[in-house]
């Protein structure tokens, strides 16, 4: 993960659930001051999971992206245990109501009814919390499955782009020396130009310096 703070909440929640479990346990068959004080204690864990889990919640949302969907999944999948934790809770409560009411009208076998409603209440709701904790945590590894392939594109997508950047740098060089080829090609033309106008040029000058001669040496004193 991304974030130590992260973690060590992860693990201070987990301890937080366990310890609330627990308390759960003792509170459905717990009487007098031992009730009050498992009541207390699954009303601190409650209250102390609350604010574990917006603290990961927090760190999850800011953590950089290939670890995100991780910490996301982790946050959810423990807020599903803490909130089914939170029903059987309230149940457990609803229940010793409903037993005190019952005692009032004197049917032991009403409260033995009622506990055991309470019971298996309880039991579901754990059975509940193990078949959500599995599902959130096959969901957890298809995220990061599915966020380990996408990183793997993104590699890949990052080295093509680096080759092509490579590939347009080539071209633009080429481009470059054939800017500077062509530039010596007009030059080379342009020379081979100007000797053959200055070639031609000497050669008129020859024949008319030759036609010259011939008629000034046989010509002229003919005449």
């Keep these: 993960m991304s974030s130590e703070r992260f973690e060590y909440a992860e693990d201070e929640l987990e301890g937080v659930l366990e310890r609330l479990g627990s308390a759960l346990t003792q509170l459905e068959t717990s009487q007098g001051e031992a009730r009050k004080r498992n009541q207390q ?6 209250e102390d999971g609350s604010k574990l889990l917006e603290e990961m919640d927090s760190e999850a949302r800011s953590a950089p992206l290939q670890y995100r969907a991780q910490m996301i999944a982790t946050v959810r999948a423990l807020e599903s245990r803490l ?4 029903s059987s809770h309230r149940s457990i409560l609803s ?3 409903s037993a005190r009411t019952s005692a009032t009208g004197g049917s032991g076998k009403q409260q033995q009814q009622a506990g055991d409603g309470v019971r298996e209440k309880v039991i579901s709701g754990i059975r509940t919390l193990e078949r959500t904790g599995d599902s959130l945590f096959r969901s957890q590894q298809v995220a990061i499955e599915t ?8 590699e890949d997508l990052g080295t093509q782009r680096e080759s092509l950047e490579r590939t347009r740098n080539r071209l633009v060089h080429t481009e470059t020396e054939l800017d500077e ?3 010596v090609l007009r030059k080379m033309t342009w020379n081979v130009l100007t000797s053959k106008i200055t070639l031609i040029a000497i050669i008129f000058i020859e024949i008319g310096i030759l036609v010259a001669v011939v008629y ?3 010509f002229r004193k003919t005449s």
């Design 147 to 154: 966020e380990q392939v996408g990183t793997g594109i993104i």
């Design 95 to 97: 229940g010793s109501k």
């Design 41 to 46: 204690i699954c009303e601190k864990s409650l």
């Design 83 to 86: 909130q089914l934790l939170r």
């Design 181 to 183: 080829t062509r530039s």
């Design 216 to 218: 000034w040496k046989y």
